[in-house]
């Protein structure tokens, strides 16, 4: 486990080529990389990428309670060839910025981190996983299963919004 | 068009939109895909409890804010405009494992016999939404990462504690499927 900077804050250097460090917050897994500062406005793309990302999550029925309980029962394929083809889609764009050396809407060079095993990985992953097929989501189909209707799943977001909070407050003594 | 639309899209669409997220991200501005952080933003901006764990500049994180507005903004409007008037259809074995279990297969993406705002406060609201979205957050922040960060993006960049993390999420899942969802179904 990392420890604490006085700030409770990762200090990462860029690339060479950009020796500027950027703030994180401590094992945060989606960064804002980005050194230029963000107002309300530019943040709004992001926006509609995720108004796009939770048309998919609908329409392929990713949020469904069923497609979970079919996947872990091994009935269908469906979830499998979505994450699949999804990671499949992500090594070689990947793989394409980087062999390009493409550069972000801002012309910055793009981060990417290596990321460190700790057995929360494995504690913490089996008891998301209890909680996946319980509730038929992981956190963004959350977001989308809301928006679909389902108004008693905004329990479910207060409750994994508790379970965060409670990390945060024992993380010191759990083991990493 | 329209009408094409509005069939469930297969699952190769889907992955490879899926799955542009992580270019489409990281183009955009040098973000990593993720959505779990967007929790412990929630939990930054508005109890950090000088908590040290959520003590950081969550504003210079609110993208990701705005990414999971985004998302609960898509699931409105694919559901209000897009919906496929077809019930979903279920595999025929799971619906059987179902009804086994006292879970009647419904028309729509939730079983209401679950998922209704009529059942929150019964007992199996409290473990389905309660127990259930209670391991999602601690779970998936003890993880460092969910379904997106780990196994979508973290595999994307090659990261082999993702791999770990992804095949403990399907370990867990499978545990509570076949393992402990048959004692939990007779005690609710």
């Not at chain 1, 230029?36 to 943040?43: H, I, K, L, P």
């Not at chain 2, 025929?92 to 209401?112: F, G, K, S, W, Y």
């Amino acid at each position: 486990m990392k420890t604490l900077t006085k700030e409770n804050i990762e200090l990462i250097t860029t690339t060479e080529e950009q020796p500027v460090v950027v703030q994180h917050p401590l094992e945060c897994e989606a960064p804002n990389d980005q050194l230029a500062r963000e107002n309300w406005t530019s943040n709004l793309k992001y926006t509609v990428v995720g108004i796009l990302f939770g048309i998919v999550f609908v329409k392929a029925e990713i949020i469904s309670w069923y497609r979970i309980q079919e996947m872990f029962r091994l009935h269908s394929f469906h979830m499998y060839g979505v994450i699949g083809t999804a990671v499949i889609t992500g090594i070689i764009s990947v793989w394409i910025i980087k062999r390009f050396n493409l550069k972000t809407l801002q012309g910055e060079t793009v981060v990417f981190h290596k990321k460190e095993f700790h057995w929360g990985n494995v504690i913490g992953g089996l008891l998301f996983g209890l909680g996946w097929a319980l509730t038929g989501a992981c956190p963004g189909p959350l977001f989308a299963q809301i928006g679909s209707g389902f108004l008693a799943v905004i329990i479910t977001l207060l409750s994994a919004i508790t379970g965060t909070w409670v990390y945060g407050r024992l993380r010191e003594k759990l083991p990493h | 068009m329209i009408e094409t639309i509005r069939q469930p899209w297969p699952w190769y669409v889907a992955g490879v939109l899926i799955g542009l997220t992580v270019p489409a991200l990281l183009l955009l501005g040098n973000k990593h895909f993720g959505i779990s952080s967007s929790l412990r933003h929630i939990c930054a901006a508005c109890f950090p409890a000088r908590i040290p764990f959520f003590q950081y500049d969550w504003r210079r994180e609110a993208w990701n804010l705005f990414f999971a507005g985004g998302i609960f903004i898509g699931g409105f409007m694919a559901t209000q405009f897009l919906s496929n008037p077809e019930p979903i259809q279920v595999a025929e074995q799971t619906v059987n494992d179902l009804r086994a279990l006292n879970i009647e297969t419904d028309h729509q993406l939730m079983p209401a016999s679950i998922f209704s705002t009529e059942h929150l406060f019964s007992l199996k609201g409290l473990v389905f939404l309660v127990v259930g979205g209670f391991l999602v957050g601690f779970g998936t922040r003890y993880a460092g990462g969910c379904t997106s960060g780990h196994s979508i993006m973290g595999l994307s960049a090659l990261q082999w504690p993702s791999l770990v993390a992804t095949c403990c999420f399907m370990a867990g899942g499978f545990i509570m499927v076949h393992l402990i969802f048959p004692w939990l179904m007779k005690l609710i």
